[in-house]
């Protein structure tokens, strides 16, 4: 069975659009981890054990969940929950383009060099660079790829620049064919 999906992949692979998209074809409720990284999202984070047991509580409301975002460190004892991790990548210009995107539609001219969400633009594209080569001192390909090697669950990878139509599609011939 694959009632418990969790997604993981950088910041901007699409884990949150790929569980939204996922949640509307499947009879699984979505939740996403900045739900309970944040308190004040991407600006006040929340106590680890707060995390772990508020998405304990969570994921124990719901026989069919989708997890979009990382738990990498602080979510390590959900590991054995899942029944299916997707891991996303998608090629590094591509990503911090969208990241870049997104953070002007989030914060508008605030990002730029003048406005007051600047510095915290510029931190976070910069730490959002880094996945593709840092090791495991950060959110990394190298971190997830060390996370995922002793999960009992499958993992299904969609590795490339695809739509969110393709990568649903790819998820539910998995499903299908398992």
Known sequence: MNGKIHILGAAGSGTSTLG???SKV???????TDDYFWIKKFTDQRQVTERRKMLKKDLSLYENWILSGAVCGWGDEFKSYFDLVI???IPQNIR?????QREFQ????EILASGNKYDQSKSFLE?????????MEVRSKTLHEHWMEDLSCPILRIEGDY??????????DYLNSN
């Not at 989030?106 to 001219?109: D, K, T």
């Not at 959002?128 to 090791?135: F, V």
């Open 106 to 109: 989030r914060y508008g001219n």
């Open 26 to 32: 499947l009879p699984h409720k979505q939740l996403d």
């Open 96 to 100: 911090l383009e969208r990241l870049q």
């Open 127 to 135: 730490w959002a660079s880094l996945y593709d080569n840092a090791g």
């Open 87 to 89: 891991f996303l990548w």
């Open 163 to 172: 739509s969110v139509e393709e990568k649903v599609n790819i998820v539910l």
């Open 20 to 22: 939204a998209s996922l």
